[in-house]
């Protein structure tokens, strides 16, 4: 058995360090590969990841972005892959304790080669839990996460598991046949936000659950990833780095659900953009 895990990285040496170390220090780490997918950092990672024996470092562009990063991973590792092997999808600006690793495979055995997601932590939060996992309701095309249902009492002290409708690339362990039978990312498609979402609701029709595990956690800075900033309209609806990307939303909306509700996907985008934008003039009135 072993877990591959992949790190698609652009620059942030000091995170990629704290992650490498973290997987260092996990309770089986002779059966870590780590695969780092640097996508053009113009830092010094290129030199600090030639320097990591026990680190497979792939070097990009600068344009592969997340999904295109953790395809190239996905290439690297799935013919080397066993039936008892693993994929780990984790972001660098993450750091967890010793026995992670081993709480996801675990809880996947236990629960008949689940795919298991992470809880987020994050720094200066009280309570420090800040993410579970997404909920979707595809024909309203909504998006929340499942931090949203909690009561102020389940945060601080949560179920063990949660059923989630996709799973997050910030710490998510796949059994490595899932890609062989179903397929990889769709770099073309999503290059970057909601290609995670994907690839696990893709595995989910299949029978596969999709769990989130409370006890295995991953700890973030304060700000991260799809947090919101102030940006430009433009950039907020159709720059790639966004995860209001337009075209990102609907290429999401039209591989997921029915066929009647891919279909229909742009459709109903369209309509509650529209809704939503009445709802926000008329409450500016």
Not at 23 to 43: E, K, M
Not at 125 to 130: Q, R
Not at 139 to 163: H, T
Not at 207 to 223: H, K, N, R, T
């Amino acid at each position: 058995m072993r877990v591959n895990v992949l790190i698609p990285v652009f620059n942030r040496l000091e995170h990629t360090r704290k992650v490498i170390a973290a997987l260092r220090a996990q309770t089986v780490v002779d059966n870590i590969r780590i695969v780092i997918i640097d996508d053009g950092s113009t830092d010094e990672t290129a030199e600090f990841l030639a320097a990591q024996p026990d680190v497979t470092s792939i070097r990009g562009d600068g344009n592969l972005w997340w999904g295109g990063a953790i395809e190239v991973g996905l290439k690297r590792v799935l013919p080397d892959c066993g039936s008892e092997d693993y994929i780990l999808f984790i972001n660098n600006d993450t750091w967890f304790g010793p026995t992670y690793v081993e709480t996801l495979i675990r809880c996947s055995r236990e629960n008949r080669d689940a795919i298991i997601g992470s809880v987020v932590h994050e720094e200066e939060s009280d309570p420090s839990l800040t993410g579970v996992g997404p909920r979707l309701n595809i024909n309203r095309i909504a998006v929340w996460d499942i931090l949203a249902e909690l009561s102020e009492e389940e945060r601080r002290n949560p179920k063990p598991l949660y059923k989630a409708d996709a799973l997050s690339g910030r710490g998510t362990l796949f059994p490595a046949e899932l890609f062989k039978r179903h397929g990889t990312m769709r770099p073309r498609l999503l290059p970057h936000y909601m290609a995670d979402y994907e690839i696990s609701m893709r595995f989910a029709r299949t029978g596969v659950q999709l769990l989130v595990s409370s006890e295995a956690i991953v700890y973030s800075p304060p700000v991260y990833g799809a947090h919101a900033s102030n940006t430009s309209s433009w950039k907020k609806h159709f720059g790639r780095r966004s995860p209001h990307n337009l075209f990102q939303r609907a290429a999401f909306f039209s591989l997921i659900g029915t066929p009647l509700q891919r279909l229909t996907a742009p459709l109903r985008m369209a309509a509650f953009m529209i809704i939503r934008t009445a709802h926000a003039l008329r409450a500016k009135k």
